[in-house]
């Protein structure tokens, strides 16, 4: 797997013998302008490789945190471009979602600014793009509030993906 050097990935891993999870950010730099494509094409295989590694624990179930560094919330074509591509993504490879809906996957995606606060996201259960929120720090927001205080373990591991001690150092790289 040929995976672009703006694109890191990490994972976790829940230990509960009942509910097994595991828990993969993908951090994406977008600093130096990549090719937006290639991007989300590397995004759709890590994708697959990690639903296959997690496939050999039964039962197991996936959050997926993908981040973005490198847009600015001003940024609102740019921040489209993005948004379209992610979309595009799941065109281009409409085997990836139907892997991910049997295992009740939980699938986000993160802006966040050069503060490293996340400033629009999408949590993905239903669909590939179900519901964006959107504020200064949307972790201050109203649903991601009501998300987090819920304490569904899949939504709280991507929820995670935007923690303030996951941005700050834990990644390290020009993001951090």
Known sequence: MDIPSHIWA???ERSDPHEPLFGRYIRIDLTGRPNLRATFDAVAQLVVYGQQAAEVVP???VSWGVVIYGVEPHEVARIEAVKSEYVAMWERHPDVWPQLEPREVV???WFVDCGLR????CVCEEAPWDLWVSGRD???ERLYQRLLSEGQAPILMALNAVHAAELSDAWGGPAA
């Open 10 to 12: 990490r994972g976790y």
């Open 59 to 61: 039962f197991s179930r």
């Open 107 to 109: 699938f986000s995606v």
């Open 118 to 121: 996340p400033f629009l996201g």
């Open 138 to 140: 949307i972790r201050t």
